[in-house]
């Protein structure tokens, strides 16, 4: 498990340090502590063997049991896991015979139709996960476009992230460039096209337009070990496709563990992004509506660092706890 991260008491004792007037650290305390409150809630289905086991011990390094090991699949129901604030629901997708199918898909819809004590929908973002070994992609296409984006209410495409796993073993895994942890140029190819695939059945389908990526979770067996590729860029769509007001959330759940992230295709610093992304929430969620002069020095201690102060709401510096996160990437 991940060593416990709390970057809003992190903020909020820093705050209380600082030389800030009373009122300005007031409000900055009230923003830190709606952040705080705030409850992210992931759905993540797939068919069965798709990998969203290993997909959430490698986010997060949370040991979940693997689907259907020793459990008859066409039991089981939703379940829920509840990471500090983030909860994940973990559906089983379609693809176990009619009846379970309509049960999984009753669940689904229910639990997609389900709303918050302020009336919102409940679930924030839907991850499906696409099995990348298989060609037979029509269960899932079922599961997206006839039981997923009909009940995502009017926000559609923001709430639905597709990725496609096990990118490793794609084409049986021929063109896996082990050494290096990453696809050789066949197989980069093949997966694009596979993405491009993807979506231009969802959007045939559903008039829905996605981006696709693909990834591996990575594993570990016995003596033998992968680590995931194309995880940074998993948790970075995972972010922008997440409400502003609840991106924080992730700081205190992802996999401290450096190896985990490291291996990414070059299409972007997605570690940098990701940083990029954190401290623009801090600006957005924890400095806004303070009037903070602009010479304030460094406020945020362990937490980060204000580099030439607050100028117009813009924070010139980088939130410390995500910086060390992500140094080593």
């Given at each position: 498990?991940?060593?416990?991260?709390?970057i809003?008491?992190?903020?909020?004792?820093?705050?209380?340090?600082?030389?800030?007037?009373?009122?300005?650290?007031?409000?900055?305390?009230?923003?830190?502590?709606?952040?705080?409150?705030?409850?992210?809630n992931?759905?993540?289905?797939?068919?069965?063997?798709?990998?969203?086991?290993?997909?959430?011990?490698a986010?997060?390094?949370?040991e979940?049991?693997?689907?259907?090991?020793?459990?008859?699949?066409e039991?089981?129901?939703?379940?829920?896991?509840?990471?500090?604030?983030?909860?994940?629901?973990?559906?089983?997708?379609?693809?176990?015979?009619?009846?379970?199918?309509?049960?999984?898909?009753?669940?689904?819809?229910?639990?997609?139709?389900?709303?918050?004590?302020?009336?919102?929908?409940?679930?924030?973002?839907?991850?499906?996960?696409?099995?990348?070994s298989?060609?037979?992609?029509?269960?899932?296409?079922?599961?997206?476009?006839?039981?997923?984006?009909?009940?995502?209410?009017?926000?559609?495409?923001g709430?639905?992230?597709?990725?496609?796993?096990?990118?490793?073993?794609?084409?049986?895994?021929?063109?896996w460039?082990?050494?290096?942890?990453?696809?050789?140029?066949?197989?980069?190819?093949?997966?694009?096209?596979?993405?491009?695939?993807?979506?231009?059945?969802?959007?045939?389908?559903?008039?829905?337009?996605?981006?696709?990526?693909?990834?591996?979770a990575?594993?570990?067996?016995?003596?033998?070990?992968?680590?995931?590729?194309?995880?940074?860029?998993?948790l970075?769509?995972?972010?922008?496709?997440?409400?502003?007001?609840?991106?924080?959330?992730?700081?205190?759940n992802?996999?401290?563990?450096?190896?985990?992230?490291?291996?990414?295709?070059?299409?972007?610093?997605?570690?940098?992004?990701?940083k990029?992304?954190?401290?623009?929430s801090?600006?957005?969620?924890?400095?806004?509506g303070?009037?903070?002069?602009?010479?304030?020095?460094?406020?945020?201690?362990?937490?980060?660092?204000?580099?030439?102060?607050?100028?117009?709401?813009?924070?010139?510096?980088a939130?410390g706890?995500?910086?060390?996160?992500?140094?080593?990437?």
């Amino acid at each position: 498990m991940n060593k416990k991260i709390d970057i809003f008491e992190n903020l909020a004792n820093d705050i209380i340090g600082s030389d800030l007037p009373e009122r300005e650290k007031t409000e900055i305390l009230k923003s830190i502590a709606n952040a705080k409150e705030q409850k992210l809630n992931i759905m993540i289905t797939g068919a069965t063997g798709c990998g969203k086991s290993s997909t959430i011990n490698a986010l997060f390094d949370y040991e979940v049991a693997k689907v259907g090991v020793g459990v008859d699949p066409e039991t089981m129901d939703i379940s829920k896991y509840e990471l500090d604030n983030m909860v994940l629901w973990d559906s089983p997708g379609l693809g176990d015979g009619k009846e379970a199918d309509n049960r999984h898909s009753k669940n689904i819809i229910n639990k997609l139709l389900e709303r918050d004590e302020n009336g919102n929908a409940l679930i924030d973002l839907v991850l499906v996960i696409l099995d990348g070994s298989t060609k037979d992609l029509g269960t899932s296409y079922e599961l997206i476009n006839q039981v997923i984006i009909p009940n995502l209410g009017d926000d559609r495409q923001g709430r639905i992230l597709v990725a496609i796993n096990q990118c490793d073993v794609a084409m049986k895994g021929k063109y896996w460039d082990s050494l290096n942890n990453k696809p050789e140029p066949k197989l980069e190819t093949f997966l694009n096209e596979k993405v491009d695939s993807v979506r231009k059945r969802i959007k045939e389908g559903t008039g829905v337009d996605i981006q696709p990526i693909y990834y591996s979770a990575g594993y570990k067996e016995a003596d033998e070990k992968q680590n995931p590729y194309n995880l940074s860029k998993l948790l970075y769509f995972i972010i922008q496709h997440t409400p502003k007001e609840k991106r924080l959330v992730y700081v205190n759940n992802i996999s401290t563990k450096q190896e985990m992230w490291k291996d990414n295709d070059d299409l972007k610093d997605y570690s940098t992004e990701i940083k990029k992304t954190f401290v623009e929430s801090v600006k957005d969620t924890v400095i806004k509506g303070a009037e903070i002069g602009s010479e304030i020095g460094s406020i945020l201690g362990s937490a980060g660092k204000v580099i030439g102060g607050v100028v117009g709401g813009v924070i010139g510096g980088a939130v410390g706890i995500v910086k060390s996160l992500f140094s080593k990437w």
